[in-house]
């Protein structure tokens, strides 16, 4: 790990000499500050790096000085690149003032990464606490999909402890053909996620008594371990380092025939099982007769934080009104509905999400007690991609008990991901407090060759309100 040497930027930051600027729709940190004053976080999330507005920052949220704490900033995938060049903007420089008080990075190291995680690059940098952009020119030897920056040490503030970074823009020289409006797209997403947040910061702090969630914002905890391989051995026949060829494992069963054949390993309960089995018929074969119905939500509901999809809880915005039908009312329809989402163009991307209607497998329309649906997910870059989510809901009163989902990623490039997985709901004074989701996941990456640890692996994931609306 060596030093860079400081390079001279002109205050347009226009890319130069090859260099391309590569946009992210969202960054993601350790820790950031989360405080009473700060509604709904708007200020200091991570992604705040990336909006090119030193009047926003990211905070870390730490004990002390913040030491140990990262950002990681997700970019295009490139297969190669000679070289990326990062520009920050350190401390928190909506003024002078705030620059001074607080304290800001003096050593970073910086790691850069590929889309299987492996370090193209890596090194140190020294910054100054000043205001405006510095800029580093470091070599990379291979493929690059995300940057980190974890603090080393820092300049410390003259009153508080929190180590703040204002902006982050990432430039890449490249032989991979640069799509100006695929970047352009991403950073357009952001500005409309800052646009969204800071409109969501407002409607929190005019909560309605109707709101089903116990906080304005969850915290989450995760485990992930592999629960069974897909090969038993790889090879690497031309000792490059990624391997080509895997040996299948003789005991791997995929995890669609588990399903498929009733059979499905893991810690899953066996009522459980038997519900991701009945939904394994459903979406095999969808029923068209019954009672459907179209579901209608009545006023806004904004996800709290830490509480999306598809990040977490294959969780939509549209299953919201499942958490409270009494805030929702529902049409006969006939049959399942429109299963292809309208997609919307946003500079470079096209994406779209559907529900379909509602069929009642156990109650009725005024007392739902069980009900099946599909969601589908369509999301075309470079390539296309489309998440077909079937899910099976379980209701008590009116509200969501229960979520089990069965879900296909499919892409361009490679095999598909299959997911089940079974939410469950915890209510506190009517509202709900905590989800619990238990997944399992048959992965098959092959970017760069075949994955030794391919296989179904099993996650849990605990959403939990940390303060009362």
């Given amino acids: 790990m060596r030093p860079l040497l400081l390079t001279v930027l002109l205050p347009s930051l226009t890319a130069a000499g090859g260099f391309q600027r590569l946009h992210a729709e969202q960054a993601t940190a350790t820790s950031f500050l989360k405080s009473n004053w700060n509604k709904y976080e708007e200020n200091y999330h991570p992604s705040y790096v990336l909006d090119d507005d030193v009047k926003t920052a990211w905070v870390e949220g730490a004990e002390g000085d ?5 950002l990681t900033i997700p970019v295009s995938a490139l297969k190669s690149a000679r070289a990326i060049r990062l520009v920050v903007f350190n401390g928190y420089q ?9 304290s800001a990075p003096r050593q970073l190291t910086v790691t850069v990464r590929g889309p299987g995680g492996q370090e193209s690059a890596k090194t140190q940098l020294t910054l100054e606490r000043k205001m405006g952009p510095q800029s580093f020119d470091i070599p990379v030897t291979g493929a690059v999909a995300d940057v980190v920056l974890t603090v080393d040490s820092v300049h410390p503030g003259s009153k508080y402890k929190d180590t703040c970074v204002s902006d982050v823009q990432v430039f890449v020289d490249s032989d991979v053909p640069y799509n100006a409006a695929v970047e352009k797209g991403k950073h357009e997403a952001l500005l409309q996620w800052k646009k969204e947040r800071l409109e969501a910061a407002k409607y929190f702090a005019r909560l309605p008594k109707s709101y089903p969630f116990a906080s304005s914002r969850f915290e989450q905890k995760v485990e992930q371990k592999l629960l069974s391989k897909r090969y038993a051995r790889v090879l690497d026949e031309d000792k490059d380092g990624h391997a080509e060829k895997g040996v299948p494992a003789r005991d791997f069963v995929p995890l669609l025939t588990q399903v498929e054949k009733g059979q499905l390993a893991g810690p899953l309960a066996e009522p459980d099982k038997a519900l991701i089995q009945e939904l394994g018929k459903l979406a095999a074969a969808p029923p068209q007769e019954g009672k459907w119905y179209s579901l209608t939500q009545r006023g806004r509901v904004v996800l709290p934080e830490n509480f999306s999809y598809p990040e977490d809880f294959s969780l939509s915005p549209l299953m919201v009104p ?3 039908l009494s805030e929702a009312t529902l049409f006969e329809a006939k049959g399942r509905g429109s299963l292809t989402p309208r997609l919307s163009d946003d500079e470079g991307y096209r994406h779209g999400t559907v529900l379909s209607n509602l069929l009642v497998l156990e109650g009725s329309a005024t007392d739902v007690k069980k009900v099946y ?5 369509v999301v075309v870059e470079r390539t296309s991609s489309t998440t077909t989510t079937h899910a099976i809901a379980l209701l008590e009163g009116g509200r969501l008990t229960r979520l089990v989902t069965l879900e296909t990623s499919e ?9 089940v997985g079974v939410t469950t709901a915890t209510y506190t004074n009517g509202k709900v407090s905590r989800l619990e989701r238990t997944e399992l996941v048959d992965s098959n990456s092959e970017y760069e060759g075949v994955d030794p640890e391919s296989g179904i692996s099993v996650r849990k994931a605990t959403s939990e309100a940390v303060s009362s609306t």
Avoid at 94 to 102: E, I, P, Q, T
Avoid at 373 to 377: A, E, I, L, V, Y
């Fill in 66 to 70: 913040g030491i140990g704490e990262s």
């Fill in 373 to 377: 649906f599909t969601q589908t997910h």
């Fill in 94 to 102: 909506k003024s002078k003032a705030l620059l001074s008080a607080n």
């Fill in 411 to 419: 892409d361009d490039l490679g095999s598909p991901i299959v997911t």
């Fill in 322 to 324: 499942l958490f409270n």
